[in-house]
């Protein structure tokens, strides 16, 4: 079923081609052309459709295409109605702001392997930590000491890996307020669905839910750090990668500008580890 998001934004669209051929507003501004011969319209128009590929060769899943697409288009009419009438214009953004607030974007609703985790019990068992209290209760991730040292003392050109006799957990840690959240979850769905195993499962952590979890993980959940989502895969217990990595040399975790399916797919050796792990 098509989402009302959808429905609403080309209607949306839709009045700005049905008022031109209707010639319900006087569009003649529009229409005169430039010293090169390019009416304002068609400078607008040219200028979408150059966002349109830029957008899609930058889109993490349809949903985020989809809705930048959109986005960019209703700034476009917004513009090209101003030419017309600053009454209209003021109308048009009107009800584009209307929708924003009143019809929230699309969440991924596909095929997924991916197990939800709500508690922290839970995520020790599937992942196979043990998480103990200090003395002013803030929990500590006794692993992160380990993570550290077997950082520094691990083989750059590592080459061989028994994958088969490993225990991998691949954990989604996630927060609803950040738009890059929803836009990749049809990645990590579709790495599910493809990658799932005995010896490789995929979990998700609200960390909403789960606070704790972010401070043990030093995951930044502001909207604004750009570090969200954080993916991280745990090799029997143990943090092996991670994603936004953490930086040896400084020991800090960079922004990140791009989720790329291909690019994380091989970064996390997946193809391997589903090869090595699907006949247990």
Known sequence: MISLYYILNFLLISIYPISRIFRLFNFFILDVPDELGTTRENSIFYTIMAFAVIKY??????????????????????????????KISLLYGGACLAIFVLCSEPKFDGKTKIQDIEEIKEFEELVGVKFRDNEDGDIIEELNERFTKKQRGKEKNKKIQNYKMTEMVFAEFYVDWADTCNYTKEIWANFSCKYTTNGLKFISINLAKIPRLAECYRINTSAMSRQLPTVILFEDGEEAQRFPPIDEKTNKIPKVLKYGKKELQSYFDLEKRYLATRDL
């Open 57 to 86: 060769l930058r889109s993490y899943s349809t949903i985020q295409y989809l809705s930048s697409l959109f986005f960019t288009i209703k700034i476009a009419l917004i513009t090209s109605y101003l030419f017309v009438d600053a």
